[in-house]
């Protein structure tokens, strides 16, 4: 079955990095386009970043862009994301999400969240002085 295992949340002061890493199994992680989404407190769910199947495109959201990467290692089935210049607003759950396609023509398609159709537990990032 599908798991997407998420890690590497914890406590940021801000400016601060972390880095998250999601471990895929049960399907050929490398056939697919990957998310990250955050879930701040008392908000809704919000997309941060896609990359392409083959991670030949990434994508990002204003609020991250130039502060986080995304990147993925088919060998490992691994997706990362490297967050650093960390902001307070930056504390949310992260969840990684599988998309059924390789490869969306535009972030549109990525920030739809009824594309996703698996999602890990969520790994808590707090980023406080």
């Known amino acids: 079955q599908v798991q997407l295992v998420e890690s590497g949340g914890g406590l940021a002061q801000p400016g601060g990095s972390l880095r998250l890493s999601c471990a895929a199994s049960?399907?050929?992680?490398?056939?697919?386009?990957m998310s990250w989404v955050r879930q701040p407190p008392g908000k809704g769910l919000e997309w941060v970043s896609a990359?392409?199947?083959?991670?030949?495109?990434?994508y990002y959201a204003d609020s991250v862009k130039g502060r986080f990467t995304i990147s993925r290692d088919n060998a490992e089935n691994t997706l990362y994301l490297q967050m650093d210049s960390l902001k307070p607003e930056d504390t949310a759950l992260y969840y990684c999400?599988?998309?059924?396609?390789?490869?969306?023509?535009?972030?549109?398609?990525?920030?739809?969240?009824?594309?996703?159709?698996?999602w890990g537990q969520g790994t808590q990032v707090t980023v406080s002085s």
């Open positions: 999400a599988k998309t059924p396609r390789a490869s969306y023509s535009s972030d549109y398609y990525f920030q739809q969240l009824t594309v996703y159709d698996y």
């Open positions: 049960g399907f050929t992680f490398s056939n697919f386009a």
């Open positions: 990359i392409y199947s083959d991670g030949s495109v990434t």
